[in-house]
């Protein structure tokens, strides 16, 4: 499979607990993006990595949540001290980078995190 | 300015019949404007694409419509089919703002055989 690739695809945590979402891109994909979504929602950009360089972060991102890309290959997000309002699909993306122009961003199916 | 609101949010269609989803957005720097498709534990999934320098743009079933003066764009599912309902996201994107994607709330469309 050479889509985007994430892990776990559920996790269910206590409240105050640690977790950490991996992602897998697309091998060429050097753009990679964090979203959430809610339930009902669309998603909601958290932050962006081209290469290994974290680029943007949204304001969504509290001081409890950081990401990674570490030699601008698979990704991590962490959130620390999970709590209920942090229940969510955790969904990443990959692209290309071509000079101003878009690209198709390809997701992966997410990793849903439910915070009890 | 970043929002994008997507209406209805949801839709009920008979099997052959089309099927329509409107957005609108407000940034004008937005020169990129997909849809997506999301079927429930799955992620989404493009399903088709437009820029600002065109008006429509239709592949199989699926057209899109592009109004700029009023920043307004739509889907059309032309022939809808059980097969697709799901819900669909409309986004946008600029090029010069890391390509990142801002969605609409969705819409879950049922197409009932």
């Known amino acids: 499979d050479t889509g985007v690739s994430q892990d776990p695809r559920h996790k269910i945590t206590k409240r105050g607990q640690n977790v950490t979402f991996r992602c897998d891109p697309i091998?060429?994909?050097?753009?990679l993006y964090w979203y959430r979504q809610t339930l009902g929602q669309g998603p909601e950009f958290l932050t962006y990595?081209?290469?290994?360089?974290?680029?943007?972060k949204s304001r969504l991102l509290s001081d409890r949540f950081s990401a990674e890309r570490p030699k601008g290959s698979f990704s991590t997000l962490e959130i620390q001290r999970t709590e209920q309002g942090d229940s969510a699909m955790y969904l990443c993306?990959?692209?290309?980078?071509?000079?101003?122009?878009?690209?198709?961003?390809?997701f992966g199916q997410g990793t849903r995190l439910t915070v009890v | 300015q970043q929002q994008v609101k997507q209406s209805p949010q949801s839709l009920i269609v008979q099997k052959g019949g089309i099927s329509i989803i409107n957005c609108a957005y407000e940034?004008?720097?937005?020169?990129?404007f997909p849809w997506y498709q999301q079927f429930p534990g799955k992620g989404p999934a493009l399903l088709i694409a437009?820029?600002?320098?065109?008006s429509e743009k239709k592949e199989g079933r699926f057209t899109i419509s592009f109004n700029k003066s009023a920043k307004q764009f739509s889907l059309h599912i032309m022939d809808s089919q059980p097969g697709d309902s799901a819900t669909y996201f409309c986004?946008?994107?600029?090029?010069?703002?890391?390509?990142?994607?801002?969605f609409g709330a969705g819409t879950r469309l049922a197409v009932h055989p």
């Open positions: 993306a990959s692209t290309i980078n071509r000079v101003l122009v878009n690209t198709e961003a390809f």
């Open positions: 091998s060429e994909h050097n753009r």
């Open positions: 990595f081209q290469n290994e360089a974290q680029l943007e």
């Open positions: 940034n004008t720097a937005f020169d990129y």
């Open positions: 437009i820029r600002p320098d065109v």
């Open positions: 986004a946008a994107s600029f090029s010069g703002g890391y390509n990142k994607l801002i």
